[in-house]
């Protein structure tokens, strides 16, 4: 087999003092380090995102010969960026092989969550693995504030750590070209090109991204997505979220728009209306008037007992509302904030969302109504996923992905309501959640774009 890529530079190899290809970000502090490409990019790529491989398997998952192969591994095993793993055992007289890896050590990144208050920061490795973390409350929600704020902890993060090459932050919102936040509800933003803004602040190239889209990228290059083509990423938090996999790449949409389920209409469950009726005021009936009295020369006329005046009704209770005033899409029943609310109804009291799911799991009928009603619309979106998309697995995560759970069988009943007989049953894989994890996508958005040299 023949190779047309002979020279270093089509290999995608720095040259001597080479910075690599045309990238829109300035790289200060990193010295010695170029983003690679061509051949010297598809290996890295290849052994980052599926593990160790021996150097036949990469040539031939590649297209590269041998020794081809071996020129372009030369300076990244030198380097130390490849290591060699030790030997696996080959059956009968053939020479043991010996499998290529990514050293993870090699790069480190930082990963940021901005919520409405709070900025939680973590420091990976290549692998995604977390270093370090810590979290911060958010005193000034402008932009200028926020930028300062994330330069400082960036800054003492680089102090710490020399192999810091890069930079994600992630926000709930819609974020354009990961670059420009163009609307973040909770921050209040409209069109901040924060990428840029932080690029100079923090000197480190720096990419924004939609959080949810910025999970669904760290589960299929590092958690339970790894080798699926196609899978689905459903949150339940401060907001309900969707990413998309399709052919082995997280879907964005032509606006940076695709997985935006929060407004989604949904059919309102049942125990929704009841929750509302139970909690809704009673409007009085006026009893009947007494008859008026009889004139003084009218022999007196016995007067029978009024009769009683009927049961109190329910007044119009309005169903539950979003951020926008919606009573009938998923944000209105299934956030923790929409649960939380509709347990207080329910049951007269403020209840927290952990403390309601307690409840619901022992026994108690209130909150067994609230939560099923909440895995109804769950289940729900989940049959619309799997009647567009037919993944291979749909992942279940976020702050409050307990509720699929401890209302698995509601949540199971409304996928079998929404999608036809014949479909399979999905492969549902409901997920241990940190709140840091929101940050390691965030470094996994800098990691792929770092190994993708962009």
């Not at 055992?89 to 990963?111: E, I």
């Not at 958010?138 to 926020?146: F, G």
């Not at 100079?200 to 589960?219: F, I, K, M, Q, Y």
């Not at 990413?243 to 469950?269: F, K, N, Y």
Request: overall charge negative; proline content about 8%; glycine content about 10%.
């Amino acid at each position: 087999m023949t190779d047309s890529r002979d020279t270093d530079a089509d290999a995608g190899l720095p040259g001597p003092g080479d910075r690599g290809p045309s990238d829109p970000h300035p790289r200060p502090g990193v010295d010695g380090w170029a983003p690679l490409a061509g051949s010297a990019q598809a290996v890295v790529l290849e052994i980052l995102v599926h593990g160790p491989r021996p150097r036949t398997q990469l040539a031939e998952r590649l297209g590269l010969s041998g020794p081809s192969l071996t020129r372009i591994t030369k300076p990244l095993l030198e380097s130390g960026l490849l290591v060699e793993r030790a030997a696996l055992a080959v059956s009968g007289s053939g020479r043991p092989s010996v499998p290529l890896d990514l050293d993870p050590d090699a790069h480190h990144f930082v990963g940021v969550k901005l919520t409405h208050d709070r900025l939680f920061v973590v420091v990976t490795d290549q692998r995604g693995e977390v270093l370090s973390e810590r979290d911060e409350r958010l005193p000034d929600r402008s932009p200028d504030a926020v930028v300062e704020q994330i330069a400082r902890v960036v800054g003492g993060a680089r102090d710490r750590d020399d192999r810091i090459r890069a930079l994600g932050v992630t926000v709930g919102g819609q974020v354009v070209d990961r670059a420009v936040v163009r609307h973040a509800p909770f921050l209040g933003w409209d069109d901040v090109p924060l990428a840029g803004l932080l690029t100079s602040a923090s000197g480190l190239p720096t990419w924004v991204e939609n959080d949810v889209r910025a999970l669904t990228r760290a589960e299929l290059w590092f958690g339970e997505g790894r080798g699926l083509r196609s899978f689905a990423l459903v949150t339940i938090g401060a907001g309900v979220g969707l990413g998309l996999v399709t052919a082995g790449e997280v879907l964005g949409g032509a606006h940076s728009s695709a997985g935006s389920v929060g407004h989604q209409r949904v059919v309102v469950p049942a125990a929704a209306l009841i929750v509302s009726a139970a909690a809704a005021p009673t409007a009085a009936v006026p009893a009947a008037a007494a008859p008026a009295p009889s004139t003084p020369a009218a022999a007196p006329v016995p007067v029978s007992a009024p009769a009683a005046a009927p049961a109190p009704v329910p007044a119009a209770a309005p169903l539950p509302t979003c951020d926008l005033g919606h009573h009938d899409c998923a944000g209105a029943f299934l956030t923790v904030t929409a649960v939380e609310a509709a347990a207080a109804r329910a049951l007269g009291r403020p209840v927290g969302y952990d403390d309601l799911l307690d409840l619901a799991a022992a026994g108690d009928e209130e909150a067994r109504v609230v939560v099923d009603a909440a895995a109804d619309v769950l289940g729900q979106l989940i049959a619309g996923v799997l009647n567009v998309l037919d993944p291979e697995a749909v992942l279940l995560s976020g702050e409050g992905v307990r509720l699929a759970t401890v209302a698995a069988a509601a949540v199971d009943r409304a996928i079998a309501g929404g999608t036809h007989p014949s479909t399979p049953a999905p492969r549902l894989v409901v997920q241990e959640f940190r709140f840091d994890e929101w940050a390691r996508g965030a470094a996994a958005v800098a990691i792929q774009m770092h190994a993708l040299g962009r």
